[in-house]
């Protein structure tokens, strides 16, 4: 087990700001798909899609916010790092997809400066992102406050929760890496009709989604996955409110339909579930904090002194001086 890493303010400042950006951005892109508007940054042929990506963004953002209240990078790596993967891998794909760009293919204006801006946005956080994460795994462990033992799991994960987590993180590890590396194979398979960049920019987030999924189950703890628990419900709400929205888009007596519908359950299933767990572990904590201090320990090696009964048998009677 390695050694425990503090935080470093790079990862902090990211976090905050890619937050702040994730809000707004996404609440855009999903507000206006909910009224049926297709505002992303390329063009796409229906307004599902980048209503999808949008709540991606938004569900992730009030997490990115409590990254800050961590001291160890244990505690919040099975967030950031897929945060990392979405900055670079949206990246990439708004360059392979540049001709898709609202930019190029000559939308409205606002829709022109807002993929131009989505580009140079992107590609400075992919940057800074990646130059945060080779600072954090440069950064020595051990560091003031977080001694020098490795530490072991707090909250450990029930061990019937294992194997949920393994299908749910594998099914989008692997529906993210084959929309991502075939988008003309898989996309052609998603139940409403998607582009090469709509495929991509969905196969980023579902692959995150799946390596968030995974390293919490490699973590095996739920206090070092506490921010991640708090990002993944709303990511499966805000999803589950676009498809709502856009239930006839949706050919959902498919089987790519149902199985959607299933993941999408299971994300929020996941989140749940691991956020009562923890809220029960949290309180099981405390309680045992407030029992200790109140039984006094007994000193190694000591023996403790019978105290006398004060029964009234035992108490000497007063002595009579005759008056």
């Known amino acids: 087990m390695a050694l425990r890493k503090e935080l470093s303010p790079g990862i902090v400042v990211l976090s905050a700001v890619v937050g702040g950006i994730s809000l707004a951005t ?10 049926g508007y297709a ?15 949008g709540a991606a ?49 000559g ?65 989008w590890l692997g529906i993210g890496a084959g929309l991502l590396v075939f988008p003309g194979f898989w996309g052609a398979l998603l139940p409403w009709t998607v582009n090469r960049a709509d495929a991509q920019g969905l196969g980023v987030w579902a692959l995150a989604l799946g390596v968030g999924v995974l390293g919490a189950l490699a973590e095996d703890d739920l206090t070092r ?18 498809l709502a929205v856009h239930h006839r888009s949706v050919d959902w007596t498919s089987g790519p339909g149902a199985s959607l519908l299933a993941l999408v359950i299971g994300l929020f299933t996941t989140g749940a579930s691991g956020y009562w767990l923890l ?31 004060a029964s009234p048998a035992t108490v000497p009677s007063p002595v009579d001086d005759g008056g």
């Open 107 to 171: 939308g409205p204006l606002f829709l022109a400066l807002f993929s131009l801006g989505w580009v140079a946005v992107l590609g400075l956080l992919a940057l800074g992102a990646l130059g945060c994460l080779v600072a954090q795994y440069r950064r020595p462990a051990g560091g003031t406050g977080t001694g020098t033992a490795p530490r072991h799991p707090v909250a450990p994960l029930p061990g019937w929760s294992k194997p949920p987590l393994a299908v749910v993180g594998s099914g």
């Open 26 to 35: 996404g609440a855009l892109l999903t507000v206006t798909s909910l009224f």
């Open 39 to 53: 505002a992303g940054p390329w063009v796409s042929p229906e307004a599902l899609s980048p209503g999808l990506v």
């Open 57 to 105: 963004m938004a569900g992730v953002a009030p997490a990115l916010f409590t990254i800050g209240r961590a001291r160890l990078w244990e505690d919040v790596r099975s967030l950031v790092l897929p945060l990392v993967i979405v900055l670079a891998g949206l990246f990439a794909v708004s360059l392979l997809n540049g001709g898709s760009l609202q930019a190029a293919e």
């Open 279 to 309: 809220a029960r572990a949290d309180r099981r904590s405390a309680h045992v904090a407030e029992v200790a201090p109140a039984t006094p320990a007994t000193p190694a090696g000591s023996k403790s002194e019978a105290v006398p009964d």
């Open 225 to 242: 996955i506490r921010p991640a628990l708090r990002a993944v419900p709303l990511i499966a709400l805000a999803i589950a409110l676009v």
